[in-house]
């Protein structure tokens, strides 16, 4: 499996930007699809994933601002984000897994694809104050 992001760009606090991954060699029929960011000196994070029944879950820190979505169709995952914030500053990466474990937090439940699976290069996203 192939992924590629885009989107990715330097926007002022309170913009919004819209990220896309596509993916293309695909083996499996369904998967768990993820965002991830790492800023600088910093660990990995997930931002936002959606498992094999399409449903959706996001990190406390982009809840209500960020929406992960996904295009069968067109093979695409999509990142929104709006009223972003300067604390959103990192290299956002794309990932697919088809044995993703599933995790559990206070939040809820969500699949998180593993280091090992398939990951993009990565697109930054820069916030200004």
């Known amino acids: 499996v192939q992924l590629v992001e885009s989107g990715g760009g330097s926007v002022q606090a309170g913009g919004s930007l819209r990220l896309a991954c596509a993916a293309s060699?695909?083996?499996?029929?369904?998967?768990?699809w993820g965002w991830f960011r790492q800023a600088p000196g910093k660990e990995r994070d997930r931002v936002a994933s959606?498992?094999?029944?399409?449903?959706?879950s996001h990190a406390d820190s982009v809840r209500g601002r960020f929406t992960i979505a996904q295009d069968n169709g067109k093979n695409r995952l999509y990142l929104q984000m709006n009223n972003l914030k300067p604390e959103d500053n990192a290299m956002y990466y794309c990932?697919?897994?088809?044995?993703?474990?599933?995790?559990?937090?206070?939040?809820?439940?969500?699949?998180?694809?593993?280091?090992?699976?398939?990951w993009g290069k990565g697109t930054q996203v820069t916030v200004s104050s």
């Open positions: 990932a697919a897994d088809p044995l993703a474990p599933r995790r559990c937090s206070s939040s809820g439940c969500y699949c998180s694809p593993r280091q090992d699976s398939y």
């Open positions: 060699g695909y083996t499996y029929s369904r998967y768990c």
């Open positions: 959606i498992d094999i029944n399409g449903r959706t």
